[in-house]
Each structure stands twice: as structure tokens, then as C-alpha cells.
């Protein structure tokens, strides 16, 4: 860490030297270990030794920013000058800030060592697992790494943090397969600080093999209706939060005036059961965000709290912009505060809908209107699972969606980085062939 | 520009094995202006090297943030232990690669690095003429960008290759409100392969694209929903080039086929109409340089085009050199990596379905009730070539004519279905080249195709 401190300490030194009336920069350094699996065969190891250097700017209240992945004292310095290059061709700006209350603080995440030997087992037993346990299901991609990371943060203005951290991450990629019949492939990404259970029994890997596995056989639906749609937790994230950070709470949406939520600050927007908070120091989380990209301390904070918007996710600068107030976190840390009903609670409450496990579509208009096709989807019929479907789309709008929420499920997604439960939706437009 | 400190380590490579030892410079230049606003003013310089060793089907990788021949002997060092120990953990028995006739590519002209002014002076300017230019905008968000990829490439058997590929772009994102108040959007670019200096000489081509968006997206703020359902459209050329990339590329490169996409069982059948032939172009097609042009891959093999569509039938796989070695075929220079800390993964270059002999404005005729979808803001396929792409830009087809632009839809399909509906195919290539592809790493690629008349599913509200 000390060598990390001595190139963020010359980086504002010589920032200070060249003319910089203010400078930020980030020094970091990382070892990942991997194992990459392709069609269920063990095909790869790889170690990763890198590092990073991102350094800020500011002079008459002009912006730069740099980024370099090396340590020696003439990149760094020439790294600083091509920050003050950029600076001087832009525009000034009174809005850009960076934390001006100085600390130092050193935080340890995660699980900052790796251990290989425990790593390559566990994805070997992954392998064996779905062999005897979900015969159909086939792995066309498993990557399983640690990453572990050393990090400084500094300021010009007496800012630090070092951080110690690392995670296992395991991402799975799979299909179901039985003759020449396929289904959608289905992917989950999952973060943790301990291999200390099989990874088919973290988060809802192996729920998620018996679902895929039930796909075989999926038919188009016929006809058009508009119904309930239950959305898994990786579906409600893109389709829902996603839409609600990008387009109407993000500096981006209320800089530019597109928020169709920039006057709706402490007014209802959602059902008043749905609380959806940005959580980085949750227990849940792996290794979370400590600070903001402006270098001030992150803490967690409620977005919509039973149903009102309670704040936008607004940084320093967008607070600056718009004349609002910066939000405790700029990260994605996500959690959604569960319901009291299990999945199969929820389904017999349904009349018609589907139960959609993973959304592919275009990227929702800045309105919240989004259409697309709901991949690794069931029918459901009278309160009960139908049939799986294929070719089959939903449409609709998130902001009518989120006054519109029929349950909020118990059961929850807890992958490292969220906690999300499964949450249905009345009034989508549903259409097959 | 890299310095060649690898070709003297070659006589270090372990006996017995295959390896690649790369050394790599990425660039990114990025400046973002939103309603006249600086938003973000970056340059970005990633270098180091890597190797990869190959043995008996067990393979070791190892990066470092660092280009110096102590950096490539330490990661040539943990690649091979990377190897050995998957040899003894994880079982290997495969044959070696077969060897590839050696050769030198030297690729390494046009690469200027323009200052950051440039690009800042240029948005500024670009900028006034449209806050003039395009009245009633609820936002204007301008990108000035370029990035490549510096590659020198050593290999005991391969072509040895020092190679870049720069690439520049001036994106423009304008936002108008409907009637309703209701957001809505039109995104489009400028550029392709070259440095932002020697691309963007002058404001014309994309004062043009400002006034067509912008012309666009006031047809587009009073547009109509398409009706949802299966329905004739005209895919223009950039949809086309998306649906020959998503629905059909991704399950014809053979890491995905041996995954189980729907490729796997359809090799020498019929996959689409006999209008259709398809390939991924390395370097040169129909007679151009292509968008993006790849002269030998990260594994040391020369590039070539593959033939994956010919006629209908499905022909062709794109491997790398493992793969090839599975399915009996030429490995064609498919397997490319990223950044220096990134393995050769099998890619495509530049996909595009081949042009036929209808006009655009006779296949427009030739539909009374249907759509000519023109943009996509995105797609997404499936191994089993179900595919999804947003639709940003197109309009009614009614008795033969255009009519009301379409708010945002999608359509979706199923590949070697849809294809099998293609009657006619226009006499035209029109190419992308600004996006990345998404495949463990990024890659940019080139993707392209004439207008083809056929029937798809519209999603409509």
C-alpha cells in the first residue's frame, strides 16, 4: 500500500506543480486468478497482474480526466500533464467539486486473498453437481475468479482511503439440452466472501438449473393480452431499477431536464409497498463501494421509501447543476425490501401472465416505455404454471408498472451486490404469434 | 508505437507446447457534451503484455500491466505453471495444434494521436450548429470519440504481426417530447476506421446526420405504435447488418456451437431462403476495404473471410485454431482479444449478408400493409437464434408507400425461421461500425447487410 500512497501523493504533487487548482486520483493494483470452463470442460487458467492510475483534474474550474495502467515516475508525470492538456481545451463549469473534508480512512472488503486450490475445487464440484444433478442442463460457459485488490484514493484536499479488498465471483452461462431440443440460454453472476458451501447452493443457482431445465419444450403463445407479469429478480433489475436509475433519477435524466420524475421529489411514485434502497455497507454485499467518484464518503440511502421518491442519485456535480442535493451513494448497490409471499403464493394469485426469468429488449425509452422479449418465460393460467413459452413479448411502461404492483414476493436474490425479490406487475401487454 | 522486445524471447517458448506472446496498446479518447455541458473530457492509455500457452488441450494465460521483456518472461513463466496445472488438476489429452505456414503482417501506418482540443473544439462547434439548427430539443448529447488497438503478436508457428486498428466516431443523441410529453429519441453516427483528426476534416458529414436525425425525430415525437404481431417489413441495411451479427453470427461461432446453439445441428441444411449468403469478412468486401479490416488474428493466423451462409445452406463455422482442429475446418483468423489482459476468444470481424438485385423503392412498393424498420438501438440473440433488437427509426408501409413514423418497438424472431421468409434483397450494403460486441470482452466489429423484405414479429405497445 505504501508504494500505491507514494504515486497518488507525486500525482498531486505534480498536479499542484503544473498549475492544477485541484486534483483527485485513484492508484490501484490487482491479482485475478481464474478458471474458465467452455462446453463443460475445464478450458483455461489465467492470472492477471494489473494495475490502474486514474487522475482528475480541475483548473479555472475546467475539467480533465486521465487514465493510465502504469507506475513509473515518467507515465505518471506525463499522465498529469495530458490531464491539464485536456483541461485547457474545455469549457469552465462551476459545478465540478471533489470532497473537501479531509480523512483517512483504510477499509479491508471481502475476502482480499485467494485461494486457488479451494477456487478450482469448488468449480470442479460445480461441474460434477449439475452432471448428476441436472443432467440437461449444459454449461456452455463457467468463470470462476478471485480478483484481489489494493487501492488509494487521495485528494488535494486531504482526502484518503485505501481499501484492501476481493471477491470470488462465479458468472454461469447455460442452456438445458435434450436431442436437438435447446432452450434460451440463462446466465447469473453471483460475488462471494467465503467458498465455504457448494456454488450450486449459492443464491438461486440451483433453483434457477431446475427452471431452465423445465424450458424444454417451450411453445409460442398465441394472441395478444394484457395481464400480470411476474418478473424474476435479474428481470425486475433491468426492466424496473435499471430504468429508475438511468432515466429518472440519474444526473444524465435531470441535468438535461428528461426525468419524467425531475418535480416528483417526496411524491408518491410507486406502490406504497415497494421500497428500493442504495445500499453499499449492506451485510449482503460483498465488497461494496466505500466512496463516491468525487471522493466523498458513500452511505447508504432510501430512493423511494413506500412508494414516494425520497431522493435522487445525484453526485456533486448534477447536485450543482440542478440545485439538489448529492445522494449518499452513486453505486448500484440495490435492495428491494421483500413481501411476505413465497413464488408459489404469488402464482396462485395470478389469473393469466407470465413468470419471466430474464428480459432481452431495447433499451427503455427516457419515458420508461420498454418493449421486448421475455426470455426463459411460463405461462401462468388459474393461479398455476402453464407451460413454458417462447417467442413471446412484453411491453409496457415502468412508471405505470411501479403504481401497478400486484405482489412483492419473500424470496430474494442475494448475489453479492443486491438483494432483489421476485415482484409482479399488472396491466402488460403480452403478445405471442 | 510498441517497440518489438518479444521476437527475441521466442527461443524461451516451452518445448512441447504452443504459446503467443502479445504485447498491446489501447487507446480511448472520449469527450461528452450534453445540452452544451463538458460532461466528461478523458483519455484513456492501457498497455502491457500477455501469453498464452497451449498443451494437449490444457491452456495457461498471464497478463501484466507492464511492456518490458521482464514483464513477458514473468508472464510467459505463470502462463506455462497456469498450463501445468490445469494438465495435472483438470486432465488434458488432446492433440497438438496442427502448425500454421509462418509468415510477417506489418499493419502499423495512420496512427496519429490528436490532442484533446481537437476533439473539445470540434464538439463545441458541432454543438452551437445544432442548438441552432434543431429547435424545440428537450436535450442535445454529443460524443467525440476514438479508441484502437496496437498489437505486436509472437508465435513459434504463425505469422508473427505488429498491427493497429484505429477507429473514430462523432455521435449525436437527440431527445424531443411527444404531444404527450413523452421522451423520445434518435441516435446516430459518423465514422469509422481512422484517427478523429484524419476523419473529421470538416463538419459536413455530420452537420448531414445532425439535420437527417433531427429531421427524423420530429416525424418521430408525433409517430404511431406499431400494431404488434407478425408482419412484411423492409429491414433496412443497418438492421440487416444487426440481424447477420446477433441473430446468426453469434450461433455460428463455434465456441457457441459446441455450447449447443442451435447451429450444432443444422450444418449443411437449410437456413434461410436461397437469396441469402452470408459471410464475415476479414479484411476486404464486395471490392471495399471493410469497415473494421483484420489482416491476422491473436492466435497467428492469418485472416480470411468464412463463407457461413451460402445460398440458404448453412456451410461454416468461425473457430479459432482449437475449434478448427475439433470441427475438421481452416481456422480463419477469428480468435481476438481485447485489451493485453484479455484471451483470444473467437469473434467476429465483419458480417454482412450479401447485396441482391432489388431497389429499396420497389420493395417499398411492393407491400400494402407492413413497416420499414431503418434503426436499431440494440439487439440481443439467443443460442437458439431467437433474437430481439430495438427498433429507434422506421415507418408505416401502407398500399405501397411510406407513411407515419414509428415510435420505439421491437421485433423478434427466430433466425433460420425468419431468414426462410426473405423474398427480396436490395441491391445495397449500408455498414456499422461504431457499437461493440459483448462476449466476455468487448470487440469492435463491423456489421452490414442490404434491405431484405420479409416477415417478422413487431412488438408494437
Known sequence: MDRLTAIASLILDEAKKQGADAAQCRVSESEKKEFNVDGGRFSLMRTLFDRSVSVTVLRDKRKGSVRINRFDDDAVKAAVGDCLAACESAQPDDAWEFCAEACDEHFTDGAPECDTEALFMRTKELLKD??????????????????????????????????????????????AHEGEKGTSFYGTEVSLKTLDKPLIDCALIEREFTQIEAQLGAGPLEGKFTGTVLLAPMASLEIVVGTVLSNF????????????????????????????AITPHAPYVVSGSEYTGEGYPAKDFELIENGVLKSFQLSQYGAN???????????????????????????????????????????PSAGGEFSGVAKNSFLIENGRLAGALSETMISGSVPEMLTHIRDIGSEVLCNGSMSVPYISFDGVTISGK | MLSDIL?????????????????????????VMVSGNLVQNARTDISGVSARVYRKGACGFSSMAEYSPEAARMVLSAADENAAFMETHAGADKPALPALAGGRCFVTEGINDPAQKIYVDFLKELDAYVEKNCPGLLSRQLIAMEDSMEKLLVTPDGTDAHTILPRSYCMMNFIAATPAGVPVERFGSVGGEGTFDLNFTSFDACRKKADELYEQLMLKKDGVYAEAGLKTVILGGIMTGMLSHEAVGHTVEADLVLGGSVAAHNLNKRVASDLVTLTDFANTAFGK????????????????????????M???????????????????????????????????????????????????????????????????????????????????????????????????????????????????????????????????????????????????R
Open chain 1, 130 to 175: 449439475v452432471s448428476a444433478r441436472h443432467p440437461k442442463i449444459m454449461l456452455e460457459q463457467v468463470i470462476c475468479d478471485h480478483n484481489g485488490v489494493k487501492c488509494v484514493y487521495m485528494n488535494s484536499y486531504g482526502v484518503k482511503y485505501t481499501t484492501h479488498g476481493g471477491s470470488y465471483n462465479i458468472s454461469l452461462m447455460y442452456s
Open chain 1, 249 to 276: 433519477v440519474s444526473d444524465l435524466s435531470l441535468i438535461d431536464a428528461t426525468s419524467i420524475w425531475k418535480d416528483k421529489l417526496n411524491a408518491q411514485v410507486a406502490d406504497e409497498r415497494f421500497t428500493l
Open chain 1, 321 to 363: 447543476k440542478t440545485k439538489g442535493v448529492r445522494a449518499g451513494s452513486d453505486s448500484w448497490e440495490i435492495s428491494i425490501t421483500p413481501g411476505e409471499k413465497t413464488l408459489d403464493e404469488m402464482i396462485k394469485g395470478i389469473e393469466k401472465g407470465v413468470l419471466v426469468m430474464r428480459f432481452s429488449g431495447g433499451q
Open chain 2, 7 to 31: 521476437s527475441d524471447l521466442k527461443p524461451s517458448f516451452a518445448a512441447g507446447a504452443h504459446t503467443e506472446l502479445r504485447g498491446q496498446l489501447n487507446r480511448s479518447r472520449s469527450v
Open chain 2, 289 to 312: 476495404r471493410c469497415p473494421l479490416p483484420v489482416f491476422v488474428d491473436d492466435e497467428g493466423t492469418k485472416a480470411k473471410d468464412v463463407t457461413l451462409i451460402k445460398d440458404g
Open chain 2, 314 to 460: 448453412l456451410i461454416g463455422y468461425m473457430n479459432n485454431r482449437e475449434s478448427a482442429l475439433h470441427f475438421g475446418m481452416e481456422p480463419a483468423g477469428n480468435a481476438r482479444a481485447w485489451l493485453f489482459s484479455d484471451e483470444p476468444l473467437i469473434r467476429m470481424r465483419n458480417t454482412s449478408i450479401h447485396p441482391g438485385k432489388d431497389k429499396l423503392e420497389e420493395m417499398i412498393s411492393s407491400i400494402d400493409d407492413g413497416y420499414y424498420l431503418i434503426d436499431s438501438g440494440n439487439g440481443q440473440a439467443d443460442t437458439t437464434g431467437e433474437f430481439m433488437f430495438g427498433v429507434t427509426m422506421g415507418y408505416e408501409i401502407k398500399n405501397g408507400k411510406l407513411g407515419r413514423a414509428l415510435l420505439d418497438t421491437t421485433i423478434s424472431g427466430v433466425a433460420f425461421d425468419m431468414l426462410k421468409t426473405v423474398d427480396m434483397v436490395g441491391d445495397e450494403v449500408i455498414w456499422s461500425s461504431s457499437g461493440f460486441c459483448g462476449k466476455k470482452q468487448p470487440m469492435p466489429v463491423g456489421m452490414g447487410g442490404p434491405a431484405l423484405r420479409c416477415k417478422v414479429m413487431i412488438g408494437g
